[in-house]
């Protein structure tokens, strides 16, 4: 079965850090963009972070950059977003997915989506 399965989501106290995985089944990912999206409650999905098929570049929304970095381990078929100093307005569920087409792909252009892992960022 083709999937993709978020994990590493939970509660977090402000200025705390979590580190999401996006793990694939049934495909490889080194031959596709990842990229991250969140949506909170009643807020539009926005686009998050994204890293490229070979790894070589990886960009950020601004509200993110600095505190959010995303990596790829080929080995383990994963790409992780690593997020620290997270504030109560990062609270969301987090999806990922993968495009075979570049970063700037349009979130209704991806090939796959995975069912979401909610962060809250609460005290």
């Known amino acids: 079965q083709l999937q993709l399965v978020e994990s590493g989501g939970g509660l977090v106290q402000p200025g705390g850090s979590l580190r999401l995985s996006c793990a694939a089944s049934?495909?490889?990912?080194?031959?596709?963009?990842i990229l991250w999206f969140r949506q909170a409650p009643g807020k539009e999905r926005e686009g998050v972070s994204c890293i490229s098929v070979s790894g070589g570049s990886a960009n950020y929304a601004d509200s993110v950059k600095g505190r959010f970095t995303i990596s790829r381990d080929s080995a383990k078929n994963t790409v992780y977003l690593q997020m620290n100093s997270l504030k109560p307005e990062d609270t969301a569920v987090y999806y990922c997915a993968a495009t075979k087409g570049f970063c700037s792909a349009d979130y209704n252009d991806m090939d796959y989506w995975g069912r979401g892992t909610l962060v809250t960022v609460s005290s």
């Open positions: 049934g495909f490889t990912l080194d031959y596709y963009s």
